[in-house]
């Protein structure tokens, strides 16, 4: 990584917070990220949710975090609509999710164990730009 991109990483591991488990666990996707969310876009509507191998039961704001990749007022409008359990960090925390997968994919770019540096840095940028 270039050095200002591991100094941002680094910036957002010191300051992430610890959260308590949630209080009420549910059956989460566990691997959700946007590459696992089709899209129907002559309909403008979702077509499905892929690869389900990693499921748990867990914290479900953990796959709220890949939403962010569709902007802030995406997520919030989901959140709207979510009937599951919540409480006052889900969003923060799902924030932080999309932050760790970003840095993720921006690692494996570089690597070149999973996509592109090119393909990752935009989605890193924009989770270290969206505020918290």
């Known amino acids: 990584l270039s050095d200002a991109d591991r100094a941002a990483c680094e910036r957002h591991y010191a300051t992430i917070e610890a959260f308590p488990s949630p209080e009420h666990p549910v059956l989460t996707h566990g691997d959700f990220a946007w590459w696992h969310i089709l899209?129907?876009?002559?309909?403008?509507?979702?077509?499905?949710?892929i690869d389900f191998g990693d499921r748990s039961i867990g914290d479900p704001a953990s796959?709220?975090?890949?939403?962010?990749?569709?902007?802030?007022?995406?997520?919030?409008?989901?959140?709207?609509?979510?009937?599951?359990?919540k409480d006052d960090g889900f969003l923060r925390r799902a924030?932080?999710?999309?932050?760790?997968?970003?840095?993720s994919e921006l690692i494996h770019g570089e690597r070149?164990?999973?996509g592109t540096r090119?393909?990752?840095?935009?989605?890193?940028?924009?989770?270290?730009?969206?505020?918290?």
Do not use: W
Request: with cysteine.
């Open 112 to 114: 070149r164990t999973f």
């Open 63 to 85: 796959d709220f975090g890949a939403l962010y990749v569709y902007g802030r007022d995406f997520v919030e409008s989901v959140y709207e609509r979510y009937s599951g359990p």
């Open 39 to 49: 899209l129907n876009e002559a309909k403008g509507c979702l077509s499905g949710i």
């Open 95 to 103: 924030r932080q999710g999309f932050t760790h997968v970003a840095i």
């Open 118 to 132: 090119e393909a990752a840095l935009p989605v890193f940028r924009k989770a270290l730009d969206m505020p918290v």
